[in-house]
């Protein structure tokens, strides 16, 4: 069954959080620089460095991913996807030097790579039901799987987190649960990260 979910509210809150910050941590939803760093840190880890790669940052924002691997110094065609358009003009006008990436509004347009990333997308649900939610994440998950050919990685919000810190409008994922279904559905080689000192997790999906 596929899920027809309706992002107009989540598209609603990122463009009020750029307007309001403009193209940084804050102004894609991240409370600091160095934990959206954290978080690169982690999803990056899907990659070998070793060697030339092609990637997709799914959900891409402002395109500070892009900052990132290139002065980490990897040799990447980068392309960046997002719904929210004005952030997507903001990193077409920030890259315009770099030929090597690109951006996109239409995942229809997205070119299967050697890897899909993708960080923080899955943590505003609005008003849609937990479960409903988890079935649309493990949906895009499967169009990851599909656009990606050495491996994919996410992270997501941990339904770990303090209790009284929790919002209703953000989605706290299970990690066993969506552990249990990239190893069913997509490969034998998944690795679940809870151990960098932020309430989320990361999943790695290796296909080689």
Not at 170 to 192: E, G, I, M, Q, T
Request: glycine share 4%; charged share 25%; with cysteine.
């Amino acid at each position: 069954m596929e899920y027809k979910i309706n992002l107009d509210s989540v598209k609603e809150y990122y463009e009020k959080r750029i307007v309001e910050y403009g193209y940084s941590p804050l102004g894609v939803d991240w409370n600091s620089s160095l934990s959206q760093t954290n978080r690169f840190d982690q999803i990056i880890k899907v990659c070998n460095p070793d060697t030339p790669f092609s990637i997709i940052d799914y959900g891409c924002g402002y395109g500070a991913l892009a900052d990132y691997l290139i002065k980490k110094g990897f040799n990447i065609n980068y392309h960046g996807f997002d719904i929210v358009e004005k952030a997507i003009e903001g990193a077409r006008l920030h890259y315009t030097s770099e030929p090597k990436c690109t951006f996109y509004n239409n995942a229809i347009d997205l070119p299967v790579s050697d890897y899909v990333v993708a960080s923080g997308i899955f943590n505003i649900r609005s008003n849609n039901s937990f479960d409903t939610w988890t079935e649309y994440v493990i949906q895009v998950l499967s169009k990851f799987n599909d656009l990606s050919i050495k491996g994919f990685a996410s992270n997501f919000l941990t339904k770990y987190s303090d209790h009284e810190s929790m919002r209703p409008d953000l989605y706290y994922a299970d990690p066993c649960h969506l552990f249990d279904a990239c190893k069913r559905l997509f490969s034998k080689n998944v690795a679940l990260l809870h151990d960098y000192q932020l309430y989320d997790f990361t999943l790695i999906i290796r296909k080689d």
